[in-house]
């Protein structure tokens, strides 16, 4: 084994805190699954500049602030309360907060916890007639704790780690989260709210690891708002894994939702396998944060599986946001619709990679992308590549790029109507982001978006 | 209320308008015609604050201030209203909310307090009436999907809910069908009244026929080069603009169009 560079020695002390302690917890292929990651995390080491997935992100800083992680989880339950304006709606929740704050923890801790506020917890076993109708919505680490079937079968079996250090490292640290199970043909009556919430306090220069599991049983559905927030400008990283299995029919309408602190680092990976006829749709809106990047991976594994990504990143000052989305068809007469959208103020910079494959045997695939991209400024900058890998021949696949500003035919016009420059330019941009924040069903939700998004522009 | 005297105007180094005087008043219907290229166009948007235009010359008083100084939401928030003659389409934004937040930008420079959502909708269902469009508009973006004649109805709408004192109306009545030419000059007889001033900008009578000027102007080569009462509409009606061009002197209306600098511009208007 190569030996460990000094950036990752903090890890490495952790990780054997963390193998010691819950090494009682689960089953012992949890064990196995985690110490693997660490050691491809070990092998890996940070990536560069120099590789071509992180060409335009550099992790540079993270690598050098030696991040230590944080203790997770607490005995006892941090107030959820968060710096969400989650809004009032109907809904399962479950928070899990961390903080660095003295009064919780002492001087210098860092401890996480959960609280949850969610329906009887489910047994997870299957019913005599060997029909599935489990259904559970809590803590990851509970899952695994009574060793639920689920849990085995999925947790770590999607999210590749093995070429990639940041989901190696989250999967060698992977013990608490949100974890959902739904059976076969649930239709959960409210959407499950899941919230990371960072509240570094005295604590910063700390590394989150929040795992989440979300299995959605044959013809089941699901509405899934994933969020994670922090407050302050205090550096910590959140390097989260997303794992979603979604079986025959399933149906889920996933809103990730990123509003971090000034000095955060945001390193998310969400990976979707999708069997026969299920649909995902996914809202990804992220503000905030130093540097973000967030992974989108969905792998149409069954016929007639149909895909929405829709996107919104916003940024100003010198935020860096990346968005990389990858949809695999692998199978035929899947569907595929993406549309990311980005507004960029100051010296901001974006990179978006939109990887489309369809495989040989994946005929008949209908496939489009769009990345549309509107600069408030001279100083921002924006990557854009789209890329298509196409081995089937009777597919139909587009995409399309744009990158603008602010129309003057457009602002003259409102002007003109006696609404002053600032007001104008901020309906303008609400104009251009409303395309995708109309596609957030739930109001109170989307109306939150929508001023956190005019806010962080100024407008 | 509107005194504009030797206004002169370029666009990327050229000249438009090149020396207008008009004088209107509290009232008054003022027409001002001219063919394509005429500079009628640029009049309105320079009237309005358009700042792809420059200004070289002259000046505008309105109700005595130095309109020239005023940026385009000032002039708005003041009275004066533009009409476009191609009004833009802004997918995603909201026309009711849009005109509300305008209304009220007005109101609240007048020192008035804001509609609310309820009073700003049942002022606006009983002005849409008059222009004969239908709500379903209102729930639409702005000028999103509109046919030509939706858009120039909305315009006339949005002027009848900003009730401005000077309105200037730029080929309102293009691409207008006799019917909704009926129903827009409708719209724009009853906005009439002591207090309020329009110019209307048009190359053709028709609209005249509908809504009757105390005054038309013929603009040529970025100058009035003729004014009269009602009857000037009228017989321009039946000699067409050629004999403004033959008085003038110019050749092809491409040329007069865009003239290509400024030796040629002066030729044209000699």
């Not at chain 1, 990651?37 to 335009?56: C, H, I, Q, V």
């Not at chain 1, 899952?143 to 250090?165: F, I, N, Q, Y």
């Not at chain 1, 059976?183 to 009556?189: A, F, K």
Request: aromatic fraction near 6%; include cysteine.
């Amino acid at each position: 084994m190569t030996a460990a560079s000094a950036e990752q020695q903090g890890y490495l002390e952790d990780f054997e805190k963390l193998a010691a302690r819950a090494s009682r917890n689960g089953g012992a292929w949890v064990g196995d699954l985690r110490r693997r990651a660490m050691d491809r995390f070990r092998s890996l080491g940070f990536p560069t500049t120099r590789d071509e997935e992180w060409k335009y992100t550099s992790l540079d800083a993270l690598r050098r602030a030696c991040l230590r992680t944080v203790d997770a989880p607490a005995a006892r339950p941090v107030d959820g309360s968060g710096p969400f304006e989650s809004g009032d709606w109907e809904r399962y929740e479950l928070a899990f907060p961390w903080t660095g704050r003295e009064d919780s923890t002492g001087p210098g801790g860092a401890r996480g916890g959960a609280t949850a506020k969610v329906p009887g917890k489910g047994s997870g076993r299957d019913t005599p007639d060997g029909r599935d109708e489990s259904l559970f919505i809590g803590r990851l680490a509970d899952a695994v704790e009574r060793r639920l079937p689920w849990t085995e079968a999925h947790l770590g079996r999607h999210a590749d780690h093995d070429g990639h250090a940041l989901r190696a490292l989250n999967t060698a640290f992977l013990e608490d989260g949100g974890a959902v199970r739904l059976g076969r043909g649930v239709d959960l009556d409210r959407p499950v709210h899941l919230m990371y919430v960072a509240d570094p306090g005295q604590a910063p220069n700390r590394i989150v690891h929040p795992r989440t599991l979300v299995v959605v049983g044959a013809g089941s559905r699901l509405t899934l708002v994933e969020a994670y927030a922090g407050a302050g400008d205090a550096v910590y990283c959140t390097n989260a894994v997303t794992e979603i299995v979604l079986e025959d029919d399933a149906e889920l309408d996933h809103y990730r939702l990123v509003r971090e602190g000034g000095g955060t680092f945001h390193i998310g990976t969400v990976q979707v396998h999708q069997a026969r006829n299920s649909r995902y749709r996914s809202h990804s809106v992220t503000t905030g944060g130093a540097i973000t990047r967030v992974e989108l991976n969905a792998l149409l594994d069954g016929e007639g599986a149909d895909c929405l990504l829709q996107g919104l990143y916003v940024a100003g000052g010198s935020q860096h946001v990346d968005s990389r989305t990858a949809i695999e068809h692998a199978r035929p007469h899947g569907t595929s619709r993406e549309l990311y959208k980005g507004v960029l103020n100051d010296r901001a910079r974006a990179v978006f990679n939109g990887k489309i494959v369809v495989r040989k045997e994946a005929q008949k695939t209908d496939a489009r992308q769009s990345n549309r991209n509107l600069i408030l400024s001279r100083d921002a900058e924006i990557d854009s590549k789209p890329q298509l890998e196409i081995l089937a021949d009777d597919v139909r696949c587009a995409h399309g790029t744009t990158i603008g500003q602010l129309e003057e035919d457009e602002l003259f016009y409102l002007r003109s109507r006696g609404l002053d420059a600032a007001l104008a330019r901020k309906l303008l941009v609400h104009g251009f982001a409303s395309e995708i924040l109309d596609g957030v069903a739930i109001e109170p939700l989307r109306d939150g978006l929508t001023s956190r998004v005019l806010a962080e522009l100024g407008a | 209320m509107l005194e504009v005297r030797n206004l002169h105007a370029r666009v990327e180094g050229k000249e438009i308008l090149r020396g207008i005087d008009l004088t209107v008043k509290a009232g008054e219907v003022h027409a001002i015609m001219g063919p394509n290229g005429s500079g009628k166009s640029t009049l309105a948007q320079v009237l309005a604050g358009r700042d792809t235009y420059e200004v070289t010359g002259g000046e505008v008083l309105y109700k005595g201030q130095d309109l020239l100084e005023m940026a385009p939401e000032l002039r708005a928030v003041e009275g004066v209203f533009l009409g476009f003659q191609y009004p833009v389409e802004i997918p995603g934004l909201n026309s009711l909310y849009f005109l509300r937040a305008a209304v009220n930008a007005a109101r609240a420079h007048r020192g008035e307090e804001e509609l609310d959502a309820v009073d700003f909708m049942a002022l606006a269902k009983e002005r849409m009436k008059a222009v004969e469009m239908g709500e379903d508009l209102l729930r639409r973006p702005v000028n999103a999907g509109f046919s030509g004649g939706e858009k120039k109805r909305a315009e006339i709408f949005q002027m009848t809910m900003l009730e401005p004192t000077l309105a200037i109306l730029d080929e309102t009545d293009s691409g207008l069908d006799i019917d909704a030419l009926k129903v827009v000059s409708q719209g724009i007889n009853l906005f009439r009244g002591p207090e309020r001033a329009i110019i209307l900008v048009t190359h053709y009578q028709r609209l005249l026929n509908y809504v009757v000027p105390d005054m038309v102007h013929v603009i040529h080569n970025g100058r009035l080069v003729k004014s009269g009462g009602k009857e000037l509409a009228r017989e321009l009606e039946d000699t067409g603009y050629s004999w403004v061009e033959d008085a003038a002197g110019t050749g092809t209306d491409d040329a007069m169009e865009q003239p290509t600098g400024h030796a040629a511009g002066r030729e044209g208007g000699a």
